[in-house]
């Protein structure tokens, strides 16, 4: 899908954020960017969306243009919701900015509300949902255009441990049923172990990719409790205070 090759970014006043960084991402891929605070995963999502341009290497898109607005999908640590509008005119956002809306918005919308575990939700206000359930909103917004591409960065970042869980868990499914590519920031070993079939790790700024790992965990919310998670958290935890102390940092 994606060919991102020596990609560097440094911001006005000299901060490197990006070095070097040159991966491949496939159709249906669940890849987990996993590193330390300020390693610049946010910046490399932006890149990835295209909301902000390299300073030197290059992004090749599978058939030679990137995706249309609707085809990439974008999720953030805070909902984003607007306070005064329905769940569901929330989730038909996107439908306002892209033009034209397709005759059926208002059926993708439900399907999307529906997708998360929201069908009953569609009238409610942001203010009257729990943390969990507005990211749930939020996620449905990312998902209403059926993108290819869906990016998210620290999503659960902010939500209690079961909330969180039971988001993971659903966000797994819901990959397996929509088939699209889910490249997902996070700066929790256990997060990227749980969902991601390769987990990317990332060095400190600035940031470049140092190792990757790929995860062969059974299916379902049981593989939290399987031995091969432990191990692969083990694996991953390992690898990750390597690539903090040879960056001459303390690992925590
Ligand atoms: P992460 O998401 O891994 O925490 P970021 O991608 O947000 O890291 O940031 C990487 C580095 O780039 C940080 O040191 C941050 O302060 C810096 N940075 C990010 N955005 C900007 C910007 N717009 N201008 C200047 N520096 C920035
Ligand atoms: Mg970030």
Redesign the pocket.
């Known amino acids: 899908m994606l060919r991102l090759d020596r990609i560097g970014?440094r911001?006005?006043?000299g901060?490197?954020?990006?070095a070097g960084i040159s991966l491949d991402l496939a159709s249906g891929d669940f890849v987990a960017l996993l590193?330390?605070?300020?390693?610049?995963?946010?910046?490399?999502?932006?890149l990835i969306a295209g909301l902000?341009p390299p300073d030197s290497g290059a992004l090749a898109w599978a058939g030679g243009r990137p995706p249309a607005p609707g085809e990439i999908g974008f999720v953030f640590q805070d909902p984003t919701l607007l306070p005064w509008a329905s769940a569901a005119a929330n989730v038909g956002l996107p439908f306002r900015l892209h033009d034209p809306a397709p005759a059926d918005a208002a059926a993708l919308v439900d399907a999307a509300l529906a997708r998360v575990g929201l069908a009953g939700f569609a009238n409610a206000r942001p203010r009257q949902l729990s943390g969990g359930m507005r990211m749930r909103v939020s996620i449905a917004r990312a998902l209403v255009t059926r993108p290819r591409l869906l990016l998210m960065?620290?999503p659960f970042a902010a939500l209690d441990e079961f909330t969180r869980h039971r988001l993971q868990e659903d966000l797994r499914a819901l990959w397996r049923e929509a088939g699209c590519t889910i490249v997902f920031?996070t700066?929790s070993v256990y997060e990227a172990c749980f969902l991601a079939r390769r987990i990317v790790l990332?060095t400190p700024?600035?940031?470049r990719i140092a190792r990757e790992i790929t995860a062969d965990l059974p299916e379902g919310p049981a593989r939290r409790l399987d031995p091969a998670y432990a191990t692969l958290v083990a694996t991953v935890s390992g690898a990750m205070t390597e690539v903090l102390r040879d960056a001459g940092e303390t690992a925590g």
């Open positions: 970014r911001f006005p006043g901060v490197e954020a990006l590193g330390p605070s300020g390693c610049g995963k946010s910046t490399l999502l932006r902000d960065d620290e920031v700066h990332m700024r600035p940031g």
